[in-house]
């Protein structure tokens, strides 16, 4: 793409969201609502982006110029459990689009960029009340994109608290829901599930640009590439299909880049998260074909020299993991102590760092996603729309009348459905 050319000035004059005009007036970042990143995969047919995961500043800028380089619309993103009020990243809610906005102006991103709250945990009433607050909150800092998932409570309190908060999220803003808590091969999404999730929005005027589900997946660390089951997930992304719904795939760090194609090219998925490989790379770590950390005989990271972050560095990294009693998965909760070390490194390191990342994500954008050059087909939708609010994916299909909270409460009870085991199955 030809940077600043008169259809990518027209866009960032149009399309940028108010929340986004306000805060940065004179930004040349193209920060757009996240309907422009699915719609703009949609338009280019079997294929999705990267929703990268923003854990630290190397991850964000590494995913930026990656997705730069293949010229692809994409979406950065962090979860409640990582940049919510009890976070264990420097990156958060509130300042994500800072760093996203500095970047994209400092190297000239040109591509459109949607900057996702991912995984927002409704599990009961309170966290229900204390949302309608601080989800205004997130987008006055910026955030244009939301997941609210409320897929921890039974199906009927699910589709109440998604309907509940829906006031609170701008109408421009893209929505992402999700029915099955991610917790690998237990407690599987049906069919069933996610026709009276949409269909329960649906007649109450809220269309999703995407829907998250648990088809065998897992978050943080694997050791193999099971996970992802395409078929179910076929086999939901039709039981929807007049809904207009894409998919959006969680964990992807677990799945092998054969299996990915095969999401893209049977599923109806626009969104892939990936956090665990971008974390990985960036500190250096020895990764397999998926970006899954390759572990040593006694389970512990392989660092590759003068990759990633200096020797130094990861030493005390890991000893203050062991002190910490941290293994595997919980390394992720380095992030927050380490964020300054890491950026004080030489330049030449940080550079490395996110260079890895780089690498990662335009390989996976243009080899397994199919998203090469679909950030001037998120530029023609802003034109055509002449707005950066490209409105609904679907008009309103069911009858209120049939889904009252009575009538929600009785259909719910009809749903067979296994939630799989208690815990915590958050990243």
Request: proline content about 4%.
């Amino acid at each position: 793409m030809t940077k600043y050319n008169a259809d990518f000035n027209k866009a960032l004059e149009i399309g940028r969201p108010p929340n986004i005009t306000k805060m940065f007036p004179n930004s040349k970042a193209l920060i757009v609502s996240g309907k422009v990143i699915d719609r703009a995969l949609t338009s280019k047919g079997k294929a999705m982006t990267i929703a990268a995961n923003a854990r630290s500043f190397f991850l964000i800028k590494g995913a930026l110029l990656g997705a730069q380089r293949a010229n692809a619309a994409v979406i950065i993103e962090i979860a409640k459990s990582e940049g919510g009020k009890n976070a264990y990243c420097a990156i958060n809610y509130w300042n994500m689009a800072y760093f996203v906005d500095a970047i994209c102006n400092e190297y000239a991103i040109t591509v459109p960029v949607a900057i996702h709250a991912d995984h927002y945990g409704i599990k009961n009433d309170e966290d229900l009340q204390t949302a309608k607050v601080e989800i205004q909150s997130m987008f006055d800092a910026g955030i244009t994109s939301i997941a609210i998932d409320a897929s921890h409570r039974p199906d009927a309190l699910n589709l109440l608290s998604n309907i509940e908060i829906n006031p609170f999220i701008p109408k421009w803003a893209s929505l992402e829901t999700e029915v099955g808590e991610i917790k690998g091969k237990f407690g599987l999404s049906t069919p069933q599930e996610a026709l009276f999730l949409i269909q329960g929005l649906n007649a109450h005027g809220i269309s999703p640009d995407w829907i998250a589900l648990n088809n065998g997946t897992t978050h943080g660390i694997e050791e193999s590439d099971s996970g992802i089951q395409v078929e179910l997930t076929a086999e939901v992304h039709n039981a929807i299909k007049k809904y207009n719904v894409s998919g959006a795939q969680h964990g992807t760090s677990g799945n092998s880049s054969d299996r990915l194609r095969e999401i893209v090219a049977k599923t109806h998925t626009t969104k892939a998260n990936v956090a665990t490989a971008l974390q990985m790379l960036s500190w250096g770590l020895e990764v397999n074909d998926y970006g899954n950390a390759i572990l040593d005989s006694d389970k512990n990271f392989i660092k590759v020299k003068n990759e990633g972050v200096e020797e130094e560095v990861w030493e005390l990294m890991v000893a203050y993991a062991r002190e910490n009693g941290w293994s595997g998965g919980d390394y992720k909760k380095l992030n927050r102590p380490f964020e300054n070390r890491l950026k004080s490194q030489p330049r030449e390191v940080r550079e490395r760092m996110a260079r890895r990342v780089e690498d990662f994500v335009y390989k996976i954008l243009t080899n397994v996603f199919n998203a090469k050059d679909s950030a001037p087909l998120g530029i023609d939708l802003i034109l055509e729309a002449g707005s950066y609010d490209l409105g609904p994916k679907c008009e309103r299909i069911e009858n209120p009348a049939e889904w009252t909270k009575e009538k929600i409460m009785e259909k719910a009870r009809a749903i067979d459905s296994d939630k799989g085991p208690e815990g915590d199955f958050e990243d």
